[in-house]
C-alpha cells in the first residue's frame, strides 16, 4: 500500500472567538510553507474519527474528546516531500470554549518534527493554506450552529 492510499482525517477545531487552529509545515523538498489543520493517517482498524481524535491529541496536546462526530468530506490535491496526494478526507470539527488554547505537539514523527515551523490560531486563513477551499470547509462544518 503506498503512503498515497492511505486514508487521513483532519481537525478543523475553532476556539471561543471563532479562530481555526492551523499547524505550520516546511517542506524540504519543495521548499514551500503549508499551513493546515491537525489531522493525519487513519491507523489499521481504526474509524475516521477515531483517528482525528488521536491525531489531535498527539500532534497538539488538545483532548480528543473535543473532535466531534461531524465532518465533511474534502477532496484533496497536494503534494508532500516530493510525493502527489490526490484523495478525499473527512474533516471533523472540534471546538474550545476557551481563546487560543495553548498547543503542545507533545508526539511529533520524526518526519513531523523536521517539517514542524509552529502553529497560529488564525482569525483569517493565510495564503498556501491546505486545502485552498478550507473557508468553505470551515463554513460548511459550523453552519448549523
Given amino acids: 500500500m503506498s503512503n498515497n492510499d492511505r486514508p487521513a482525517a483532519r481537525v478543523v477545531c475553532m476556539d471561543r472567538d471563532g479562530r481555526v487552529l492551523l499547524m505550520h509545515w516546511y517542506d524540504r523538498v519543495s521548499g514551500q510553507e503549508v499551513w493546515e489543520p491537525p489531522g493525519g493517517g487513519v491507523d489499521p482498524g481504526e ?5 482525528a481524535r488521536r491525531e489531535l491529541a498527539e500532534e497538539t496536546g488538545l ?4 473532535v466531534l462526530d461531524r465532518w465533511v468530506d ?3 490535491d497536494f503534494e508532500w516531500l516530493g510525493v502527489r496526494y490526490v ?7 472540534a471546538r474550545f470554549e476557551r481563546a487560543r488554547p495553548e498547543v503542545d ?4 514523527t520524526e518526519e513531523e518534527r523536521e517539517a514542524y515551523l509552529g502553529y497560529e490560531w488564525a ?13 468553505e470547509v470551515v463554513a460548511e462544518l459550523t453552519r448549523h450552529g
Fill in 47 to 51: 474509524s475516521p474519527i477515531e483517528a
Fill in 63 to 66: 483532548p480528543g474528546s473535543a
Fill in 74 to 76: 474534502v477532496d484533496r
Fill in 87 to 93: 484523495k478525499s478526507e473527512p474533516f471533523f470539527l
Fill in 105 to 108: 505537539p507533545g508526539e511529533l
Fill in 123 to 135: 482569525a483569517e486563513l493565510p495564503p498556501g493554506v491546505e486545502p485552498p477551499n478550507l473557508a
